[in-house]
């Protein structure tokens, strides 16, 4: 049971390259979410998904695009690198949405972290 | 949206003494608060989480405390150890979590 997981951990971009940023998990949760950790502001969310089919924004989307294709894997994409976006990124997902998903702990990969030149 | 506080930014604190971090929010809706421990180069980890329907829940030396009148929260850590040494943070949550800023705790030997 690995949990979640992300990949790469660590990635450098150049402005205006696209890029993938990869989260899987093995414990069959329906809710994961995309958040950016910068220095000073904790971490906001950026995308999430209540399951298979489904995504929705959240608190600083703009940049990045999202799909779920699978209970297992929500991945995150960059279509045009910008320095702004150069952080500390997070998955997390936690147990079935039946009963609030809002109420339920969050389970955290490592993080990728990405610097865009 | 959620705005959540988080006080204070970083903390020392002698072995076995006790610390306190704070946290306020913004929105009377939200029903969930959970405590994160962020170890160097690693994810957040769930430490300890209070609903709205109680007012201190505790786990060995970690506990929480909610004041839903005065929407605040605190995490308390007694007997701390130097393993405790990490950054803390808050988080509060109706329909999406909103995180504090983080609380860097260092316990000194």
């Known amino acids: 049971n690995a949990g979640v997981t992300q990949t790469p951990k660590f990635q450098v971009l150049k402005t205006g390259q696209s890029m993938t940023l990869q989260c899987a998990q093995d414990?069959?949760?329906?809710?994961m979410s995309w958040y950016r950790q910068d220095p000073g502001m904790g971490l906001r969310l950026i995308h999430y998904?209540?399951?298979?089919?489904?995504?929705d924004q959240g608190e600083v989307p703009n940049g990045y695009n999202v799909s779920r294709s699978t209970t297992e894997d929500f991945p995150l994409r960059l279509l045009s690198a910008a320095p702004s976006q150069t952080s500390v990124y997070f998955c997390?997902?936690?147990?079935?949405?039946?009963?609030?998903?809002?109420?339920?702990?969050?389970?955290f990969g490592d993080g990728t972290r990405l610097s865009i030149l | 949206g959620e705005n959540v506080e988080q006080h204070p930014s970083t903390l020392s604190v002698q072995e076995g003494d006790s610390a306190v971090i704070k946290c306020t929010y913004s929105?009377?809706?939200?029903?969930?608060f959970p405590w994160y421990k962020q170890e160097l180069g690693k994810g957040p980890q769930l430490i300890i989480d209070i609903r709205s329907n109680v007012g201190e829940k505790k786990d060995q030396r970690i506990a929480v405390t909610l004041n839903k009148t005065a929407k605040h929260f605190s995490l308390h850590i007694t007997e701390t150890q130097p393993e405790d040494s990490a950054v803390y943070f808050c988080a509060a949550s109706r329909t999406q979590f909103y995180f504090g800023t983080g609380t860097s705790l260092t316990v000194i030997p």
């Open positions: 414990m069959n949760h329906e809710y």
């Open positions: 929105d009377s809706a939200s029903n969930y």
């Open positions: 998904s209540v399951g298979a089919g489904i995504t």
């Open positions: 997390a997902s936690s147990p079935s949405r039946r009963v609030g998903f809002s109420n339920q702990p969050q389970h």
